[in-house]
């Protein structure tokens, strides 16, 4: 583990000394221009083939301990960080390997490279949004080839910084409201291209006014173009009508459902709200989904991955 | 076609698939439902009312002998017993005998001897179905003289069922025996019978018989031949003594011209006085017969002496006789010539011709001496002839009569000889009988040997442990399957990725399965912590109650014991009265 820390270290070191200074996101001031000239991690990793190939290495960051990369970045503590995260904890899963697929199933969606701006939701609460959320952005920052953001737009049950064991403001709140910067509110993580938005500080009677005023659409706009996926985990849909204020704005959503949970008819209701309000259902995430016992995936997967 | 069945075998799959999943997804409802309800129906089975058995086998053994000996020669048979053995044990009559033996039905309660009345049929069946009796016999062994029997009762208490087996057995065991005596007189009646039918009939051939016989006298009937032999004999005889007689007319006839030839007559004729004074050639006749005695006599002395014949040779018998004849001539010449003399002066042909010719008259006289002698033969050969042809016509048309009655009568002979042999038969078969009748042993004709009795026990044949648990363990599968089906059919929930497609018409881009987080391992955590001691609740449960169904099938006793200190542990918690002991006792 200790020598995992190092490594991680000396990448950010080197990743320092091209620079001249430390890797942070991009100025708010200037991501009102996408054609600005704002540093992204998907540069800082392009411009240095060794932080490139060693990202690239998925032995490395499945092992990073407590450890704090810098000052500017959000503290990877272990401890902290929800056991749900496997795309952290657990990187050679057969969970994690999912998300890849899934990672690898958006890729091919988007042929073009078009930036993109994803809506996680769901039908009801406690499906796996966040969680999907997380481990999604995770896996899709890995090997620095696009720009990673992973936004908490579910504004009554915030649970990414939770999660990630990091405070909640500034966040998307406070960016909307327009009394947070860029800067303050997207936070680096030790990975160099990928950034996390928290949900920020909110009232009760702020939600309608947040989701619903044309400043949620401008941040999402200056997001998208900052941004190759930004990942935005959303309330549920038959629960609140948040989704079906932001979503429209999105370039699609995933719908999760919770397996042997989720009733038919609520995800058809779900799926049915949604394109009424014109929201582009990229496909369905299966959660929980439990494989046989002894399913011949899992048995070459650990196969595969346990031969060292 | 064969897309056809690549379908068919892949719905086969997804089925059982399928069934396979939910099986797997619900098995904590299948395990409740398999063990509640067979818990509960391995309990209710303990009060099933249970059938108690008892069984007896014993051996019928049949004297060989006097089995085949009634079988190949009487109307009777013992394979009438071995035909209505079921009858006999399990009919109602032996039934309600056994009834009345073992105190099911009051002793006065049979009036007749034969069918059962209404009454009686219906005391029967009150009391067969208080007790839930039931009988049933088979037969284990059976060769013509051995069979062994096995007898077998059912009852709601196994100690009248056992009574009832025996009382059955010990029943037939008599009546076969009373049966069996009235094979034995019947058949000795029947014996009896017959052989006075064909001793009868032999007293009527033999009078039949007698009456032949009588028909030819001399001559036995059942013997033509030799009855033709004496017929050939009699007719040779006729034809010889035919025969003696032409020769005799025929030696007469000579004799006759020779004494009217020429010769004699003109030697006679000339001289009467010649005729009468001629002396008779009586010295030369004598002297003839002399010299052939003395000759015969020399031949007789030479075959004797030098030919050494005896006095039994025929040769010596034939000159015998010739000897005497030759006698007999010489005396009868000299008599019938002194007669002649005496009584006739006058001087006869014969007299003048000896007169005149003494040598011719000798050789009349001899020619009328055989002449005479030749005519006396003649006379007796008549006779004898007349004789012999009445004899043979007599036995002629005997014969004929005979061999026309032959095959009658040998008939008759060979039927009478065989009433006589068969009479002997059944005389044989009647005194084998009467020994055996007159034997003191009850058991005359069959024997009974008892190989197995009918043991005490408290062990139910019914119902059948293993009926027990196929139907209680049936009604717990059936549970189970049923309550997963029934959460089956209320589960809205996706339960694949392919329904998800079907129902939503999206695409599943993944499926993310379960998180081994702290969370979820506390949970399934805390789910083993519940089940465990429920499952282990439910299957000590299970496997209690099946361990006192099969106590109560197999080892009452321990079943007993278990329900006693089972109670005592209910009244020691406080529970309300307990139900098990009452019901065990009931």
């Given at each position: 583990m200790g020598a995992m820390l190092k490594v991680m270290q000396k990448m950010k070191a080197k990743a320092d000394d091209n620079d001249g200074a430390p890797a942070a996101p991009a100025d708010p001031e200037n991501t009102a221009a996408p054609d600005a000239n704002v540093t992204t991690p998907a540069d800082e990793t392009a411009s240095n083939p060794e932080t490139t190939a060693f990202i690239s290495e998925p032995s490395l960051s499945a092992k990073i301990s407590a450890a704090t990369i810098s000052d500017d970045t959000i503290e990877w503590n272990a401890d902290k960080l929800d056991p749900a995260v496997v795309a952290f904890h657990e990187r050679y899963s057969a969970v994690t390997e999912q998300y890849r697929s899934l990672r690898a199933r958006l890729t091919n969606m988007n042929p073009e490279q078009k930036h993109q701006v994803i809506a996680i939701t769901s039908s009801l609460p406690q499906e796996g949004k966040s969680v999907t959320t997380l481990n999604l952005g995770m896996v899709m920052a890995e090997g620095?080839?696009?720009r990673i953001l992973i936004a908490d737009a579910d504004f009554r049950r915030a649970?990414?910084?939770?999660?990630?064991?990091?405070?909640?403001?500034?966040?998307?709140?406070?960016?909307?409201?327009?009394?947070?910067?860029?800067?303050?509110?997207?936070?680096?993580?030790?990975?160099?291209?990928?950034?996390?938005?928290?949900?920020?500080?909110?009232?009760?009677?702020?939600?309608?006014?947040?989701?619903?005023?044309?400043?949620?659409?401008?941040?999402l706009a200056n997001l998208s173009v900052q941004f190759d996926y930004v990942f935005l985990d959303m309330p549920p849909v038959n629960t609140v009508s948040d989704v079906s204020m932001l979503a429209p704005h999105c370039h699609g959503a995933l719908l999760v459902i919770e397996m042997r949970r989720t009733p038919e008819p609520v995800v058809q209701e779900a799926v049915r709200t949604l394109q009424t309000t014109n929201v582009k259902i990229l496909g369905c995430l299966l959660s929980r989904h439990k494989r046989e016992r002894g399913h011949y995936y899992e048995r070459y997967y650990s196969y595969y991955y346990n031969r060292e | 076609m064969a897309a056809h069945q690549d379908r068919a075998l892949d719905d086969l799959r997804n089925n059982l698939h399928e069934y396979a999943r939910m099986l797997r997804r619900r098995w904590r409802l299948g395990l409740l439902g398999v063990c509640v309800v067979g818990s509960v129906a391995f309990w209710i089975s303990q009060y099933v009312p249970r059938q108690y058995g008892a069984a007896t086998i014993f051996e019928r053994r049949d004297d060989v002998v006097l089995r085949n000996l009634i079988h190949a020669n009487s109307p009777y048979s013992f394979e009438q017993l071995k035909s209505s053995i079921k009858l006999d044990m399990t009919g109602s009559r032996a039934l309600a005998e056994a009834a009345v033996s073992i105190g099911l039905l009051p002793a006065d309660a049979l009036t007749s001897e034969t069918a059962l009345t209404n009454t009686e049929m219906r005391q029967l069946s009150q009391?067969?179905?208080?007790?839930?009796?039931?009988?049933?016999?088979?037969?284990?062994?059976?060769?013509?003289?051995?069979?062994?029997?096995?007898?077998?009762?059912?009852?709601?208490?196994?100690?009248?069922?056992?009574?009832?087996?025996?009382?059955?057995?010990?029943?037939?065991?008599?009546?076969?025996?009373?049966?069996?005596?009235?094979?034995?007189?019947?058949?000795?009646?029947?014996?009896?019978?017959?052989?006075?039918?064909?001793?009868?009939?032999?007293t009527d051939a033999s009078q039949r018989l007698q009456e032949q016989f009588d028909q030819f006298p001399g001559v036995d009937p059942s013997d033509p031949a030799s009855a033709g032999t004496r017929l050939?004999?009699?007719?040779?005889?006729?034809?010889?003594?035919?025969?003696?007689?032409?020769?005799?007319?025929?030696?007469?006839?000579?004799?006759?011209?020779?004494?009217t030839s020429g010769a004699l007559t003109a030697a006679a004729e000339p001289e009467p006085e010649a005729v009468a004074e001629a002396p008779p050639a009586l010295p030369e006749t004598d002297s003839a017969i002399d010299q052939a005695i003395k000759q015969v006599e020399q031949q007789l002395a030479d075959a004797i002496v030098v030919k050494r014949m005896t006095s039994?040779?025929?040769?010596?018998?034939?000159?015998?006789?010739?000897?005497?004849?030759?006698?007999?001539?010489?005396?009868?010449a000299h008599t019938p010539l002194a007669t002649a003399r005496a009584e006739t002066a006058k001087p006869t042909a014969t007299e003048q011709l000896r007169k005149k010719d003494p040598v011719m008259a000798g050789q009349r006289l001899r020619v009328e001496l055989e002449l005479d002698s030749l005519r006396s033969q003649l006379a007796i050969a008549n006779r004898h002839v007349d004789d012999s042809q009445v004899r043979l016509s007599e036995f002629t048309v005997l014969y004929e009569r005979l061999l026309e009655n032959s095959d009658d009568l040998r008939q008759l002979q060979d039927a009478t000889q065989q009433d006589i042999a068969t009479a002997g038969v059944w005389r044989q078969h009647l005194s084998q009988l009467e020994r055996v009748m007159a034997a003191e042993s009850e058991q005359r004709g069959t024997q009974f040997a008892l190989l197995e009795e009918p043991t005490e026990t408290t062990r139910a044949i019914r119902p059948r442990a293993i009926s027990i648990f196929v139907v209680c363990l049936g009604c717990g599968l059936a549970a189970a399957a049923l309550m997963i089906a029934l959460a089956e059919l209320f589960d809205r929930s996706f339960r694949s990725a392919a329904q998800v497609t079907r129902s939503l018409s999206l695409p599943v881009l993944e499926c993310i399965g379960?998180?081994?987080?702290?969370?979820?391992?506390?949970?399934?955590?805390?789910?083993?912590?519940?089940?465990?001691?429920?499952?282990?609740?439910?299957?000590?449960?299970?496997?209690?109650?099946?361990?006192?169904?099969?106590?109560?099938?197999?080892?009452?006793?321990?079943?007993?014991?278990?329900?006693?200190?089972?109670?005592?542990?209910?009244?020691?918690?406080?529970?309300?009265?307990?139900?098990?002991?009452?019901?065990?006792?009931?």
């Open positions: 620095g080839e696009h649970s990414i910084a939770k999660m990630l064991g990091i405070s909640q403001k500034p966040g998307l709140a406070e960016l909307i409201r327009g009394t947070a910067e860029y800067s303050e509110a997207v936070r680096p993580t030790h990975l160099p291209n990928l950034k996390v938005l928290t949900a920020g500080a909110t009232k009760e009677k702020d939600y309608g006014d947040l989701v619903g005023g044309s400043a949620a659409r401008n941040v | 009391a067969l179905r208080q007790y839930d009796l039931t009988a049933r016999v088979s037969l284990v062994q059976s060769s013509p003289s051995l069979d062994t029997i096995e007898l077998r009762c059912s009852g709601n208490n196994p100690e009248v069922a056992r009574q009832f087996v025996i009382a059955l057995r010990d029943n037939y065991i008599q009546r076969t025996y009373s049966r069996i005596s009235e094979i034995l007189t019947g058949t000795r009646e029947f014996f009896e019978q017959e052989v006075d039918r064909f001793q009868a009939r032999v050939e004999t009699l007719r040779g005889e006729h034809l010889r003594l035919t025969q003696r007689q032409a020769e005799l007319e025929a030696q007469i006839d000579a004799r006759e011209r020779f004494l039994e040779h025929p040769e010596v018998l034939a000159m015998q006789r010739k000897l005497e004849n030759l006698r007999a001539a010489r005396d009868a379960v998180l081994n987080t702290p969370k979820v391992q506390r949970r399934q955590f805390l789910t083993r912590l519940a089940w465990t001691p429920a499952m282990f609740i439910l299957l000590v449960s299970l496997f209690g109650t099946a361990s006192l169904a099969y106590a109560s099938l197999e080892r009452p006793d321990l079943h007993r014991q278990a329900v006693t200190r089972l109670d005592s542990a209910l009244r020691a918690v406080g529970a309300p009265p307990t139900f098990l002991l009452q019901d065990s006792e009931e």
